[in-house]
T-cell receptor, first 109, second 114 residues
Framework: KNEVEQSPQNLTAQEGEFITINCSYSVGISALHWLQQHPGGGIVSLFMLSSGKKKHGRLIATINIQEKHSSLHITASHPRDSAVYICAVLTGTASKLTFGTGTRLQVTL | EPEVTQTPSHQVTQMGQEVILRCVPISNHLYFYWYRQILGQKVEFLVSFYNNEISEKSEIFDDQFSVERPDGSNFTLKIRSTKLEDSAMYFC????????????FGNGTRLTVT
C-alpha cells in the first residue's frame, strides 16, 4: 500500500514569496500528479511527471525517484494561488491514484 | 479547451434512495474514473473503467455501487441504496492514456444524504 505524505499541511505566505510544498511516498511509482483544488471544490491538474522537472509559468515541479520525493514550487506567489495543492501517485500498472491529504495555501497581500 | 462535465452539481437524497451521478468525459479519452472526497478528508479512488469494463475498484466500491457507459458519451455512477456516509463530493475524471497523460477532472457533484 502506498502512503503519500505532504508537508506542510497549512501554509500562509505573503504575496511575492517563494513557496515550496513537499510530497513523499512509500513505494515505487509510475507517475506523480500535482493537483490544485479551488475553494469551490473543483480539481485542476497542474503537472504529471515521472522524472526530472517541469515548469509552467510560475509553477515548477520536481521529482526524485530514488528518494521517493517530489516538490512543487511557486515563484512570486499571488493571492490567486490560494488553494489546496494535492499530490497523487500512480503505482505500477494500477490505474488508481493514491492521494495525499493536501496542503492548504493562503497567500495574503 | 474540452472539459469533463458533471451533473448535477448538487444532489440531495434521502437515505435508502438510489442516485445516479452523471459525467461526460472528454470525447477522445479512453480511461474514466470516479473519486470521492468526504468533507475535510482526502480524495479517494473509487473505480476505473476502460474498454467498457471496470479495470480496478477500491474497497469502498462495494455492491451498492455500479458504473456504466450507456451510450459512448456518458459515464455514470449509481449508488443503489444511499447511506448517510455516502455524503461526499464525487469527482469524475478522464484521461487519454492510463499513464503518461494528464487527468482531467469534472467540477464534482456534491451528494448529501439525509
Amino acid at each position: 500500500k502506498n502512503e503519500v505524505e505532504q508537508s506542510p499541511q497549512n501554509l500562509t505566505a505573503q504575496e511575492g514569496e517563494f513557496i515550496t510544498i513537499n510530497c513523499s511516498y512509500s513505494v515505487g511509482i509510475s507517475a506523480l500528479h500535482w493537483l490544485q483544488q479551488h475553494p469551490g471544490g473543483g480539481i485542476v491538474s497542474l503537472f504529471m511527471l515521472s522524472s526530472g522537472k517541469k515548469k509552467h509559468g510560475r509553477l515548477i515541479a520536481t521529482i526524485n525517484i530514488q528518494e521517493k520525493h517530489s516538490s512543487l514550487h511557486i515563484t512570486a506567489s499571488h493571492p490567486r494561488d490560494s488553494a489546496v495543492y494535492i499530490c497523487a501517485v500512480l503505482t505500477g500498472t494500477a490505474s488508481k491514484l493514491t492521494f495525499g491529504t493536501g496542503t492548504r495555501l493562503q497567500v495574503t497581500l | 479547451e474540452p472539459e469533463v462535465t458533471q451533473t448535477p452539481s448538487h444532489q440531495v437524497t434521502q437515505m435508502g434512495q438510489e442516485v445516479i451521478l452523471r459525467c461526460v468525459p472528454i470525447s477522445n479519452h479512453l480511461y474514466f474514473y470516479w473519486y470521492r472526497q468526504i468533507l475535510g478528508q482526502k480524495v479517494e479512488f473509487l473505480v476505473s473503467f476502460y474498454n467498457n469494463e471496470i479495470s480496478e475498484k477500491s474497497e469502498i466500491f462495494d455492491d451498492q455501487f455500479s458504473v456504466e457507459r450507456p451510450d459512448g458519451s456518458n459515464f455514470t455512477l449509481k449508488i443503489r441504496s444511499t447511506k448517510l456516509e455516502d455524503s461526499a463530493m464525487y469527482f469524475c475524471a478522464s484521461t487519454a492514456r492510463q499513464a503518461g497523460s494528464p487527468l482531467h477532472f469534472g467540477n464534482g457533484t456534491r451528494l448529501t444524504v439525509t
